[in-house]
């Protein structure tokens, strides 16, 4: 199974900028959908973004579209989330995901996920 390291979170002012980044291990990366997701003190986990294993494909939650960007680089096993415009609710432990499809990543039970990066925003 992939494994997966995130990195970048940090403290930022609000209307700042971050990029979080997902290295994973395994040749097999290219074939996964990937995932951001997000969990805020107190709150369940949401989806944030997802890209399809060729990158051509990209969902976003509402609260976070036009202002995160995801990608990947496949030939270095990492995805990326651009954060954009960052508001104190978007403070939160981000973390990765892979799995089979990038309509049902983070639903499944075979996914794998990183340890997380904790990102603040403040005001």
């Known amino acids: 199974q992939v494994q997966l390291v995130e990195s970048g979170g940090g403290l930022v002012q609000a209307g700042g900028s971050l990029r979080l980044s997902c290295a994973a291990s395994?040749?097999?990366?290219?074939?996964?959908?990937m995932g951001w997701f997000r969990q805020a003190p107190g709150k369940e986990r949401e989806f944030v973004a997802t890209i399809s294993w060729g990158g051509k494909r990209q969902y976003y939650a509402d609260s976070v579209k036009d202002r995160f960007t995801i990608s990947r680089d496949n030939a270095k096993n990492t995805v990326f989330l651009q954060m954009n415009s960052l508001k104190p609710e978007d403070t939160a432990v981000y973390y990765c995901?892979?799995?089979?499809?990038?309509?049902?990543?983070?639903?499944?039970?075979?996914?794998?996920w990183g340890q997380g990066t904790l990102v603040t925003v403040s005001s």
């Open positions: 395994g040749r097999t990366f290219s074939t996964y959908a």
């Open positions: 995901a892979a799995g089979a499809s990038i309509t049902t990543i983070g639903t499944s039970p075979l996914d794998a």
